[in-house]
């Protein structure tokens, strides 16, 4: 019976050892994080860990303990004597929880109100999360375009920031494509539903509740391009509503920031020219501009993702971050039929033409 026993806990143990391997790369490893909300957390969670674990050791010790020495025995039939209460060790096993769950609410609290701050000095950025992508707006008034009515810089997908500026995102859940647009021309936030901004190595989840704005704060203090997710069950495509942030250095912000600033670049190909055309006057049975935004031309809705730079070298992936945005196949097949690529796109099956895909391909990769 020993020899089972410690052949079924080497067993547990070899189990738990191999579900906690894996590779090198990590892109949203949270005990790797580059920004100080990151850091915070994770100084707080480590700890929290340690007395999780000891309170796992010590009751569940003491359960296969108590198991294994008091198990019925061939011979044994006599019921141990019953006990009917002690008042030491009840009030023992009231204390000692009380104590641990202070030793783990107060920092943690005292975490909750710092994040809760917001810097006057940070750079502002809106997050909305929609079926099933995530936009972000810069609002700050530095940030504004020189085009159309001077509103705010605009991405999908892919937000840039500037190494050690804290950047305060206002996390929301916006309308879906589901009803079309409501009266002030956004998406209707009747049909918004729950999701969550996380990026692990950068900052904890934040949930984004329609009609409930809130908000994450961050500093960044590492360059490069860090993953994010929708941490909150939203539909169908919840799964791969991914997000990349992308951290520059201050110089190439601005340069970043200049560049989002001006309007569409005007196509010069031929190919590019007539993709612009059917833009803009319509593609197999639908139109594009009934979705999309490209500045610099009367394509202004914001029902689906911004594409004035699209091909833009930062923003490195499209429909939900799913795709390289230099992937001209992957573009080509989404717009023969988003829906064969990424099941339950919002966005129509137009059935384009092999002519008209390519032109659009061709002036979507014009957009930088």
């Known amino acids: 019976m020993r020899r089972r026993v410690l052949w079924t806990i080497a067993l547990a143990a070899l189990t738990l050892g191999l579900a906690a391997c894996s590779g090198s790369d990590l892109p949203q490893d949270t005990f790797d994080p580059a920004a100080d909300t990151a850091q915070k957390q994770k100084d707080i969670l480590i700890p929290v860990l340690w007395v999780a674990a000891a309170v796992f050791i010590v009751v569940e010790g003491g359960i296969v303990l108590i198991a294994i020495k008091y198990r019925h025995r061939r011979g044994h039939d006599r019921i141990p004597a019953q006990i009917h209460?002690?008042?030491?060790?009840?009030?023992?096993w009231t204390i000692a929880p009380a104590v641990v769950l202070a030793f783990v609410m107060v920092p943690t609290i005292s975490l909750i109100w710092e994040l809760a701050e917001r810097p006057p000095d940070a750079m502002h950025v809106s997050a909305k999360g929609y079926q099933w992508w995530w936009g972000f707006e810069y609002t700050d008034p530095e940030m504004a375009v020189t085009y159309g009515s001077n509103g705010p810089i605009v991405t999908a997908n892919v937000m840039v920031v500037p190494l050690g500026r804290t950047v305060d995102i206002s996390v929301e859940a916006a309308g879906g494509l589901i009803s079309g647009l409501g009266p002030d021309g956004e998406p209707n936030p009747d049909f918004a539903v729950i999701h969550s901004l996380w990026a692990p190595r950068l900052f904890g989840k934040q949930d984004a509740v329609p009609g409930k704005p809130a908000h994450i704060v961050f500093t960044p203090n590492e360059t490069g391009t860090f993953w994010g997710q929708c941490a909150e069950f939203c539909g169908l495509q919840h799964g791969i509503m991914k997000f990349r942030?992308?951290?520059m250095e201050p110089a190439a912000f601005e340069a970043w920031a200049e560049n989002q600033r001006q309007p569409a670049v005007a196509p010069t190909d031929p190919l590019a020219k007539t993709g612009l055309d059917l833009f803009l006057n319509g593609a197999?049975?639908?139109?594009?501009?009934?979705?999309?935004a490209v500045g610099g031309t009367d394509a202004t809705s914001p029902a689906g993702p911004d594409l004035t730079h699209f091909a833009d070298p930062s923003r490195e992936c499209f429909a939900g971050c799913n795709f390289a945005n230099t992937d001209v196949e992957a573009l080509k097949a989404w717009?023969?039929?988003?829906?064969?690529?990424?099941?339950?796109?919002?966005?129509?099956?137009y059935q384009l033409s092999e002519e008209e895909v390519e032109a659009l391909t061709a002036y979507l990769m014009s957009l930088t």
Do not use: Q
């Open 335 to 349: 717009l023969r039929d988003p829906n064969a690529v990424k099941l339950g796109a919002k966005m129509p099956n």
């Open 245 to 247: 942030i992308v951290v």
């Open 85 to 92: 209460g002690n008042t030491r060790l009840e009030i023992g």
């Open 284 to 292: 197999g049975n639908g139109s594009c501009v009934a979705c999309h």
